[in-house]
């Protein structure tokens, strides 16, 4: 087994499967890409994802990209530490949160963080304060959820809680620029707002290897 991993620091898709990887304590070949560089674009990846889009997993001549897709394939093929749960009605549950969370929070999110990093905030605050009240209601579901247990679904950190907590790190890197100071007030600061989530927060940045997956360029700034 040889697997290598081709991710771009921040990327919410790629940080789930680098979670995986390291909740299975498997060893793997990081590679870094640049978008600035355009290295995603480069024929050799094209070859491996078409779409040109990241992560990408290779596992010796296996290629499997789509994120999800890709944490499904792990957990398929290296089934000690389990991130589907432990039996079909918890796997159904997993997946049926993972759906909601990307079918109603993710777009609006992403709207929000691509709109602060953009700089284009002031230009589009009544869509971007629509898109915080989705973040909202959402984020008040998740948080129901976790003041009554330590991971989203089930009694183990899971695929659920991978795919969610990237968003939920890039949500309040963005909410803390200058710019997004109001449309933040009601989301930021987490601990008092979303006190059960923010503990989950700390609760994934505690896990082993959790170091190794964080954003590089976020430890600049
Ligand atoms: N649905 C895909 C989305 C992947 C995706 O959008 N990746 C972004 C990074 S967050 C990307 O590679 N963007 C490069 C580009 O748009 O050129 C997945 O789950 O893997």
Redesign the pocket.
């Known amino acids: 087994m040889a697997i290598t991993l081709y991710w771009?620091g921040g990327?919410?898709?790629?940080w789930r499967v680098h979670l995986a990887l390291e909740h299975k304590q498997l060893t793997y070949e990081s590679q870094l890409l640049h978008?600035d560089k355009q290295e995603?674009?480069s024929p050799q990846m094209l070859k491996l994802n078409p779409r040109?889009?990241?992560?990408v997993l290779k596992d010796d001549d296996y290629v499997v990209?789509?994120?999800?897709a890709v944490l499904y394939y792990l957990d398929r093929k290296y089934p000690e530490y389990p991130i589907f749960g432990s039996s079909p009605e918890e796997a159904g549950v997993i997946m049926r949160v993972i759906c909601e969370f990307q079918a109603y929070a993710e777009p609006a999110i992403q709207k929000i963080t691509r709109g602060v990093f953009a700089d284009k905030v002031a230009g589009n605050v009544d869509d971007l304060t629509d898109a915080m009240h989705v973040v909202g209601r959402e984020a008040r579901t998740i948080e129901g959820r976790l003041s009554k247990a330590q991971w989203i679904v089930g009694t183990q950190y899971s695929a659920v809680d991978m795919v969610i907590f990237p968003w939920i790190q890039l949500l309040r890197r963005a909410l803390g620029k200058n710019s997004a100071a109001e449309l933040g007030a009601r989301f930021l600061p987490m601990e008092t707002n979303y006190p059960a989530l923010a503990r989950w927060v700390l609760r994934i940045e505690a896990l082993p290897g959790y170091a190794r997956t964080y954003p590089p360029h976020w430890q600049m700034n």
Request: glycine share 6%; net charge negative; aromatic share 18%.
């Open positions: 771009a990327s919410p898709f790629a978008f995603h674009q040109g889009l990241l992560p990209f789509e994120s999800l």
